[in-house]
Antibody
Framework: EVQLVESGGGLVKPGGSLRLSCAAS????????MSWVRQAPGKGLEWVGR??????????DYAAPVKGRFTISRDDSKNTLYLQMNSLKTEDTAVYYC??????????WGRGTLVTVSS | EIVLTQSPATLSLSPGERATLSCRAS??????LAWYQQKPGQAPRLLIY???NRATGIPARFSGSGSGTDFTLTISSLEPEDFAVYYC???????FGQGTRLEIK
């Protein structure tokens, strides 16, 4: 089955760190560009960042609100995508979705994992 | 930075009616625009890409049109399961519009 399954969400204090994981299956993960998209409670969708496949350079790109604080990485041997989140702020509270990119569109989504930043 | 503006914010219609949702870009995005559907408690789902191409498994009642700065998602005859929030997205910087909520009248 083609799917993405996120894990690692939870409650963290402002200034803290958290690492999200996304396990991919049913497609050739190593060839895929991957991305994270988040959604604050009751709000719209916000792109967080993306990572290219290693064959395309493996480079990353981030949205302005998270640049310098969040890092996306991948382990193709484990078919897993990561999102390392540091210096978390209350405004980072959201459901974080792992997504696969196809021609720059998000064609596969996980169910999401909730990150709550609160003291 | 290209900004996408969706209208209306909320659309109230009845099953069987035709729905027309709009997405306007602050500058031309050519045909590089997608539409997503999100139901409560679920992840979004890709409906339309490159303005007018239906994604795999998407019913034919969903259609997209437009190019440049003005785009439309049309649902020809609303089914009960179509009531949801719809987002447009352009691929130059992956940003989304703010969404249109399609609700039952």
């Amino acid at each position: 089955e083609v799917q993405l399954v996120e894990s690692g969400g939870g409650l963290v204090k402002p200034g803290g760190s958290l690492r999200l994981s996304c396990a991919a299956s049913g497609f050739t993960f190593s060839n895929a560009w991957m991305s994270w998209v988040r959604q604050a409670p009751g709000k719209g969708l916000e792109w967080v960042g993306r990572i290219k496949s290693k064959t395309d350079g493996g480079t990353t790109d981030y949205a302005a609100p998270v640049k310098g604080r969040f890092t996306i990485s991948r382990d193709d041997s484990k078919n897993t995508l990561y999102l390392q989140m540091n210096s978390l702020k209350t405004e980072d509270t959201a459901v974080y979705y792992c997504t696969k990119l196809l021609n720059w569109y998000f064609d596969l989504w996980g169910r999401g994992t909730l990150v709550t930043v609160s003291s | 930075e290209i900004v996408l503006t969706q209208s209306p914010a909320t659309l109230s219609l009845s099953p069987g009616e035709r729905a027309t949702l709009s997405c306007r870009a602050s500058q031309s995005v050519s045909s590089y625009l997608a539409w997503y559907q999100q139901k409560p408690g679920q992840a979004p789902r890709l409906l339309i890409y490159d303005a007018s191409n239906r994604a795999t498994g998407i019913p034919a009642r969903f259609s997209g049109s437009g190019s440049g700065t003005d785009f439309t998602l049309t649902i020809s005859s609303l089914e009960p399961e179509d009531f949801a929030v719809y987002y447009c997205q352009q691929r130059s910087n992956w940003h989304f519009g703010q969404g249109t909520r399609l609700e039952i009248k």
